[in-house]
Structure formats: structure tokens, C-alpha cells
């Protein structure tokens, strides 16, 4: 098992106990990063690289952009290698916005001055746990 899955398995866990113990925008956090540690390893098998390949791709990306805003990780294997891969696999789109939503959430939970409650992060959890298994279901 590689450290990124068994980080991913991690953080769905702990999402759970968070909300358990009324930690509900930490509980978010940890939510979306389980999706985003296991798309990440998805990315790596699927194309048949290491993560350090990957990051090479991203930086020359955004090299390659010349004065346009530089792209994010997160936006980098959400929007452009899981994009990639559903057209590959003629899988329906909807994954990729999925991921974006609870991506929102985490900015919202991690960085805006509001509080995250009960219903969010239980909504967030479950979204969660429907696109890991999607991810896993991809290849």
C-alpha cells in the first residue's frame, strides 16, 4: 500500500471521529484531502508515473503559461489530469465537479470566518466517501 493511500484511509477516519467529537470544519478538511491523497495516487497508476513526474508536468505548466495565473496543485490534478483521464476512460464529468465542490467546502472550512456545522460536514463526509469509491471504481 503507498503512504498517499494509506494517508487517504487516515483522513476519512479521522473526519469521522472529528465529527463525532463536534470538530466539524476540521472534519471537512480531512474529508476532502482523503479524495484529494487518493486522486493523487489514481493519477500516478493511471499514468504509469511517480509523483515526482507529476510535479515536474505542473511546474512546466505553469512555465509554459507566460503571464497567465499560475495553477495550482489542487487545480493541476483536478481539473486537468482527472479531466484527462474521465474523457480517456469515457467516464461522465460530473467527478471532476464533484471534487471541485467539497474543494470549496475545505477552502470555506480551512480559510473563511464562518462556522462549518453538523449538516456540512456530515454532507461534506458522505460526497467524500462516494467520490473515493468513484476514483476507485475509474480504472
Known sequence: MTILLEKSKQNIRAASMLIDNELYASSVHCSYY??????????ADAYICDYSDLDVEHRKLNKSGSGKRMIGSHEFYINY???NLVKRENKEHR?????NDIKRFRKQADYDNISIDLNTSQNVFKKSNVIIDKLE???
Not at 467527478?95 to 471534487?99: A, G, I, P, R, Y
Open 81 to 83: 489530469k482527472l479531466l
Open 137 to 139: 471504481k475509474l480504472l
Open 95 to 99: 467527478l471532476v465537479n464533484e471534487l
Open 34 to 43: 482523503a479524495c484529494f491523497q487518493r486522486l493523487k495516487k489514481l493519477i
